[in-house]
């Protein structure tokens, strides 16, 4: 199975901050990654598909990306929003079974 | 708007079983559209479970499962199943279902229902 890690497992940052969470895989993926937030009680909602395809109605602010290596990609916040304190998951499309990083737990400073 | 709604959760004792079902409205495509299966265990992150291609041709499932549950759908009315076998424990969870536009790697989890808790536990 192909693994996921994240870093950090949670981090603290204020209003209008630029938040960077990473994801890297166990084995090359290519491009195959994509993000989903989730807010307490809440279902997840995609984000970012392909490592870097913005999902329809997300607000531009959020950016994805690969290193090219095909293991390491990243996930960014240009300036987080109120709305934005959440935790942040990655996930591999590249084979099954589908895996998901442990998650980035995204806390008010 | 699509909507995805879950249901059949709930209290189970180890080795029962529990069919859950994932009624999809708003979603003119749901023919043409791959399905999954993703759970999550109180307080834990989020598990891949099963996938059915929109005709039937595929399916998939974690080895957790594997044996156990079983995926499947019917086209006429729109719903999405997961008849779930000699339930364990660990198999304790939110259970959503999920739409996937993609295909092959292309594949994320674009619609989510709102999940149905199944608790395994004597």
């Known amino acids: 199975d192909i693994q996921m890690t994240q870093s950090p497992s949670s981090l603290s940052a204020s209003v209008g901050d630029r938040v960077t969470i990473t994801c890297r895989a166990s084995q090359s993926i290519a491009n195959y990654l994509n993000w989903y937030q989730q807010k307490p009680g809440k279902a997840p909602r995609l984000l970012i598909y392909?490592?870097?395809?913005?999902q329809t109605g997300v607000p531009s602010r959020f950016t994805g990306s690969g290193s090219g290596s095909g293991t390491d990609f990243a996930l960014t916040i240009s300036s987080l929003q109120p709305e934005d304190f959440a935790t942040y998951f990655c996930q591999q499309s590249y084979t099954t079974p589908l895996t998901f990083g442990h998650g980035t737990k995204v806390e008010v400073k | 708007q699509v909507q995805l709604v879950e249901s059949g959760g709930g209290v189970v004792q180890p080795g029962g079983s529990l069919r859950l079902s994932c009624a999809v409205s708003g979603f003119s495509d749901f023919r043409n559209t791959d399905m999954h299966w993703v759970r999550q265990a109180p307080g834990k992150g989020l598990e891949w479970v099963a996938f059915l291609r929109y005709d039937g041709s595929d399916r998939d499932s974690a080895d957790s499962v594997m044996g156990r549950f079983a995926i499947s759908r019917d086209t006429s009315d729109n719903t999405l199943y997961l008849e779930m076998n000699s339930l364990r424990p660990e198999d304790t969870a939110v259970y959503y279902c999920?739409?996937?536009?993609?295909?092959?790697?292309?594949?994320?989890?674009?619609?989510w229902g709102q999940g149905t808790l199944v608790t395994v536990s004597s």
């Open positions: 392909a490592a870097s395809s913005l």
């Open positions: 999920v739409t996937d536009p993609g295909t092959g790697y292309n594949s994320r989890f674009d619609n």
